[in-house]
């Protein structure tokens, strides 16, 4: 009676495993199915479009600005918000990076960076609803900018009593245009070119011998993209036509921890002087500096120095212990030594008005002659 039992259950066990491998190989179709059509839909632009009608394409209002010699920007809009990818791929169609939103959006500003200047990109937008469905744009092309000229061989020679011929090099063909005005006035003249060339001049006038001019000269390429080479520089005619340039501006730290900026101080004569606590020569020439500082006044005249690498504390330790209330400036990694060519200390600088170096290390031993010296340039 058992094997009997037996014997029935023993086919009803068997349909049942056959009817659930049936169903398992159905839906395994079935998922297969599902996969290939997710991947067409992401691998073909056109098939996606036809099948999700009912949403905005997102290739319709895409455009492109600044464009720059490594960057560029994608902007478009959807009618929804939400994060929007984009696929940049080099000449060869090679995947360079993916940039992306970063919260969801309508209105999409997409910044492309890292690129190499005059170089063609193309790249596509993928776009992820909230359902999870995918969608990608067609493939839209951009070209990065060349790299702007650059500026070089400025020279000036004095054509006239009131006019003097600046000219430049350019290292590719260019328009250009110089811009000149009188130190200490806003109201600027310009001197435009209407043709690309690589040698370049132009004639300022007219001019008093007796003033200071600056100018500028801009450079675009030949195609005029708004990429700007700039040459700077001020003309001085008191004893014939020069360039000269203006000392490097900096920010540091001061003994008391506020920021101090050089070009802060132009309209002023300005003694830069670099020193060191734990240098005998500066130990002396620093106290002459804080006895010209407390007679200073409001004389058009002022002292900055400037520390070298050391403690922080043990600057300010000395400069308490020595009653120094004249600015003393920490340049800790010496960059600001550096971009002056300070090699020897003490070194100091004497710039005029217009912020110009007028002197490196010049001669003063008392207080009388760094009147002198520093009072030549006042009435300029």
């Known amino acids: 009676m058992h094997d009997e039992k037996k014997e029935t259950l023993k086919p009803a066990a068997a349909t049942g495993v056959n009817t659930l491998s049936v169903a398992g190989y159905i839906l395994g179709i079935a998922g297969i ?3 290939l059509i997710s991947v067409s839909l992401i691998t073909s632009p056109a098939r996606n479009s036809g099948m999700l009608g009912s949403q905005i394409s997102i290739a319709d209002n895409i455009t492109i600005s600044d464009l720059t010699t490594g960057g560029a920007t994608i902007s478009f809009t959807t009618d929804s ?34 690129l190499y200047p005059d170089s063609i990109y193309s790249f596509q937008l993928l776009s992820i609803d909230a359902t999870g469905g995918r969608r990608i744009s067609e493939k839209h092309s ?30 590719m063909p260019a328009v250009t245009e110089l811009l ?13 070119e209407s043709a690309a060339g690589m040698t370049h001049e132009a004639v300022i006038q007219p001019l008093n011998g007796e003033r200071i001019y600056a100018f500028m000269i801009r450079a675009n390429d030949p195609q005029n993209h708004r990429i700007i080479a ?15 340039q203006r000392a490097p501006d900096f920010t540091l730290p001061s003994v008391q921890g506020e920021p101090v900026q050089l070009s802060l101080y132009r309209g002023k004569v300005v003694l830069l002087a670099f020193w060191s606590m734990n240098c005998p020569s500066c130990q002396k020439k ?3 500096l804080q006895e010209a500082f407390d007679r200073a006044g409001d004389d058009g005249v002022s002292i900055i120095t400037v520390h070298g ?19 003393v400036l920490l340049d800790l990694q010496a960059d600001v030594g550096s971009s002056y060519g300070v090699v020897q200390l003490p070194a100091t600088f004497l710039l005029d008005q217009s912020g110009v ?21 006042l009435s300029k």
Not at 180 to 192: A, P, R, S
């Open 286 to 288: 620093i106290l002459m």
């Open 309 to 327: 690498p050391a403690r922080e504390e043990d600057i300010k330790s000395y400069c308490s212990s020595h009653g120094l209330t004249l600015p």
């Open 357 to 377: 170096i007028r002197s490196a290390d010049p001669e003063f031993e008392t207080l009388d002659e760094l009147n002198r010296l520093t009072g030549q340039f």
């Open 180 to 192: 000149y005005w009188e130190e200490g006035n806003t109201q600027k003249n310009t001197v435009g």
């Open 230 to 244: 700039e040459y700077e520089g001020l003309v001085l005619l008191d004893n014939g036509a020069r360039i000269m």
């Open 33 to 35: 199915g599902l996969i």
């Open 81 to 114: 918000a939400q994060v929007i990818d984009a696929l940049v791929y080099d000449e060869q169609g090679k995947i360079i990076g993916v940039f992306s939103d970063s919260i969801p959006v309508t209105n999409h500003l997409i910044r492309i960076e890292t």
């Open 142 to 171: 951009f070209t990065t900018l060349k790299p702007p000229p650059v500026i070089s061989n400025v020279q000036v020679s004095e054509t006239a009593e009131a006019a003097v011929r600046i000219a430049w090099e350019t290292d």
